[in-house]
């Protein structure tokens, strides 16, 4: 968490006049998703667990939002501003759903701590509400990935085009987390 806080604090004194840095509020996202996940990992009790989830799926379901407009700037692709609100609302609304879990448990079904030689581990039944943020993933990186293949080929400069291919590479690891879960392997561990 602290690396991502530094590079987004870094980065974020590194952009063009009247325009957000996206990739220091995807640095800032991850950090609270990362500071999240490692605080429900050593949650003792559900209603722990609960509320470092909620700071957990705070970042989480602000990176793609973020990270599609990071891309779209760097890409030279300018969103119009209704589809930024949008995909700030989408966030939103996943965030909102997961922290109704509890009255309707449209995100998780069950959770449950189970206690293994002394460590405390989060047993949870997935529901829809889990999938929708997957899928929110899911088009995060089709949407990154188009762009970020149209603007290595529309490149004008060798330095633009072979930022965008790194980017390109690099999105593709994403996918393995992505067949991880797919395949049902994130049982006892979060692959993002």
């Known amino acids: 968490s602290g690396v991502y806080i530094f590079a987004g604090v870094k980065l974020s004194k590194h952009k063009e ?6 990739f220091s509020l995807v640095m800032f996202a991850a950090a609270l998703y990362t ?18 989830r909620s700071i957990e799926y705070l970042g989480a379901v602000f990176v793609p939002s973020f990270a599609i407009l990071f891309v779209s700037a760097y890409t030279g692709n300018n969103l119009p501003l209704a589809v930024k609100r949008l995909l700030i609302a989408v966030s939103g609304l996943l965030w909102l759903l997961y922290l109704s879990n509890p009255l309707h448990h449209w ?14 581990i989060a047993s949870t039944t997935k529901n829809f509400g889990y999938y929708l943020i997957f899928a929110y993933y899911i088009v995060f990186l ?17 330095r633009l085009r072979k930022s965008c291919q790194l980017l390109l590479v690099t999105i593709h690891v994403a996918w393995i987390a992505v067949l991880i879960i797919i395949l049902g392997f994130d049982t006892y561990f979060d692959p993002a």
């Open 17 to 22: 006049e009247d325009q957000l840095n996206y």
């Open 107 to 120: 995100t998780y079904r069950r959770i449950e701590m189970i206690t293994v030689q002394g460590f405390s």
């Open 35 to 52: 500071a999240g996940y490692f605080l429900a990992l050593n949650a003792q009790n559900t209603e722990t667990f609960l509320l470092c």
């Open 142 to 158: 089709v949407v990154s990935l188009v762009m970020l293949r149209r603007g290595s080929q529309q490149a004008e400069s060798s």
